[in-house]
């Protein structure tokens, strides 16, 4: 091990590669889920998506990460988050402990020169600062291990630091400790830095001789210290940013915590006024501009983008989606994966999803669903409507009860409705049909073949009865 990367090795380069490790294997069995733990989602996204792009901040030369329990499902979480690049996972096939997952992992290593950043998987709240600090003490102290530890007030369930007149000595897990030891407030965060080479030769000691009969990776900095090896402890204040996710009930606190400062945020930087603070559901990732107004029991989901001065009402739901200014969202509208440009109006009790598509001025109103269509500048369609893969002009009125016939059963067909057009109450548009700019299709149609610009077809079949440019005309 110790031929590779000579050049490395000299003390006048203290510069070692950083690489990252997380675990991530487990089911986590007090969640009581089918589900693996770090699937389990956090502001909208898996707890393994948290600490994967925590980790990422950090730039490491690779970021390994030990799958198990659903694996493919927990890669495409972490993938989905960081790409394929600088990634590598590793399969445990058999959860035997923290300890035996890092040793599954030894073969990705590249460089047994380098400092290794372990990680747990269910930590979500971890920040770059903390880690770039315990980083920072590791290499400062010239340690094999360091241990981020921190005080709880209720430590059940973590490992305890246990020293001897302020020195470290070994770290005891829960399950194993003897009363006493079980007082000791000062736990192990799992989350650590350790020298490649020593992690991996430490580990080779450790034994299942414990009350779980599991390989602990906590065995390790005990082994290097009998060693004569360097263990350093950086002890973290904040409990809660390093505390772990065990409990669906652990999951719902920090879920709490993390909506009531993303929303403190937006008011207090951002500007945005909340009716409601405690009912408003918004994702760290969203932007909302100022002087936005979010009624109650509002969801905003995702990268959504709020602009100016909107106004969002009660029970809507907005998600990856984009709005412009000045938009009014009225109460129980769902927006999904769509664009919503300036000066629009929206609802009560609308639907857009699919790429959906509305130019400044446009107003879609009550009960109307919009899929995969786009409603062009100043056009509106106010009632009972669906509007699906049609793209719309502008300065067009939709009457209500409209309805796009895009599914002949087995294919979806396109509505195409130019500028200036009226369609009257009740029109069936059985696509693909195109509706000329200027047309006008009289209530109660069936429109089953194109509509020349200028005309107004009645009827069911629709059937042209006027020339309505030449009757202007003369
Ligand atoms: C672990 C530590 C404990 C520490 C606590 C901090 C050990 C033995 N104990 O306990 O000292 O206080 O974290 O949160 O390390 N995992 C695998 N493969 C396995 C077992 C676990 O990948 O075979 C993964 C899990 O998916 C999880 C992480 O390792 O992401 C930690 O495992 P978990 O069972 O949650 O350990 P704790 O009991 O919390
Ligand atoms: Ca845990």
Redesign the pocket.
């Known amino acids: 091990m110790t031929s590779f990367f000579p050049h490395l090795m000299t003390r006048a380069n203290p510069e070692k590669p950083l690489e990252v490790l997380i ?4 089911l ?1 069995r007090r969640m009581k889920s089918n589900r693996a ?2 699937l389990h989602e956090l502001g909208g996204r898996p707890l393994i998506a948290h600490v994967s792009r925590t980790a990422a901040r950090l730039d490491p030369s690779r970021i390994h990460v ?1 799958v ?1 329990y659903q694996a493919d499902e927990v890669r495409g979480a972490v993938e989905n988050e960081l790409g394929t690049e600088k990634v590598a996972f590793i399969h ?1 096939s058999e ?4 300890g ?2 890092v040793m599954v992992a030894r073969p990705s290593f590249e460089s047994s020169q380098s400092t290794i950043l372990i990680l ?4 979500p709240l971890i920040k770059l600062e903390t880690l770039r600090a315990l980083h920072d003490k590791h290499r400062a102290q010239r340690a094999d291990c360091t241990i981020l530890t921190v005080r709880f007030e209720n430590p059940t ?3 305890r630091i246990i020293r001897d007149d302020g020195k470290f000595l070994k ?1 005891i ?1 829960q399950k194993d400790a003897a009363e006493e030891e079980r007082s000791i407030r000062e ?4 989350i650590y830095c350790f020298e490649a080479r020593a992690l991996f030769s430490a580990l080779e000691d450790v034994k299942p001789t414990n009350n779980q009969g ?1 390989y ?3 065995d390790v900095p005990a082994i290097l210290s009998q060693r004569g090896q360097k263990v350093a402890t950086y002890e973290h204040r904040d409990a809660r940013e390093v505390s ?1 996710i ?1 409990t669906r009930a652990e999951l719902a606190e920090f879920e709490n915590l993390l909506r009531r400062s993303t929303i403190r945020r937006l008011m207090l930087d951002g500007g945005v006024t909340f009716i409601d603070p405690s009912h408003a559901y918004v994702s760290d990732e969203a932007q909302i501009g100022q002087d936005c107004v979010i009624h109650p029991d509002v969801q905003i989901e995702g990268k959504s983008v709020i602009g100016e001065a909107c106004e969002i009402h009660h029970g809507a739901r907005i998600s990856n989606s984009h709005l412009g200014n000045r938009v009014v969202v009225k109460d129980h509208c769902v927006i999904i994966d769509s664009n919503i440009a300036d000066d629009c109006a929206v609802g009560p009790f609308a639907h857009l999803r699919m790429n959906s598509q509305m130019e400044e001025r446009s107003v879609v109103g009550n009960f109307v669903e919009v899929k995969k269509s786009r409603i062009g500048r100043g056009t509106k369609s106010m009632h009972l409507t669906y509007l699906g893969d049609a793209t719309i002009g502008e300065e067009t009125n939709i009457g209500a009860g409209t309805v796009t016939c895009n599914y002949d059963g087995k294919l979806k067909h396109p509505t195409i409705i130019e500028d200036h057009v009226r369609i009257g109450s009740d029109t069936m548009l059985v696509a693909p049909v195109r509706v000329g700019s200027g047309a006008v299709t009289a209530a109660g149609s069936v429109v089953t073949e194109d509509v020349p610009p200028d005309t107004l077809v009645a009827g069911v079949p629709a059937k042209v009865k006027k020339n309505l440019k030449m009757k202007k005309g003369s």
Do not use: H
Request: aromatic letters at 6%.
């Open positions: 675990l991530a294997a487990g986590g733990k770090v030990v198990g445990q959860q035997r402990g923290t035996d997952a747990s998987g269910d930590v369930g973590y490992g770290i897990e736990i192990n965060a799992g599991e602990y990776l906590t772990g065990n």
